[in-house]
């Protein structure tokens, strides 16, 4: 019984040791990265679960970045600014280590190119409401 009890504590420490382990090794460069499959249309959209999806799955820190910057340069233009504002937002935890002022500057733009007011609208300053604080004009 012992022998038994033994041999499935090897085993078990066994499985936890390997899979602790292949979890914390880096991607191997040598193995092709895997495809994605172009979307259905060759007009491209503004897909904010695309955005997210690279920057989730994507391991390699400066692949990630590369990756997410053709995309905003690719599909920027064909976001509202609604939608730029929700990824502005939400690059961080998106991407993590890869989110840089380069990448926050490209979003930037692509939501200054929409409107006038994309900037002011990022940085706009609330009252305790929540509603805008206008600037008196003199």
Known sequence: MKIILRFLFTFCFF????????????????????????PASKQSTCAISEFKSIG??????????????AWILKNGLKCSSDQLLIIYYNRGPWLGNADSPHIAGLIEREIEKKNSEGTNSMYETLDKDG???LKEKK
Do not use: C, D, G, Y
Request: cysteine-free; overall charge positive; charged content about 25%.
């Open 15 to 38: 499985l936890i040791v390997t899979t602790v382990k292949a979890q914390n090794e880096p991607p191997n460069p040598a193995s092709p990265a895997p495809t994605v499959a172009p």
């Open 56 to 69: 989730l799955t994507e391991n390699a820190v400066e692949v990630r970045a590369k990756k997410i910057e």
């Open 131 to 133: 509603k805008k604080v």
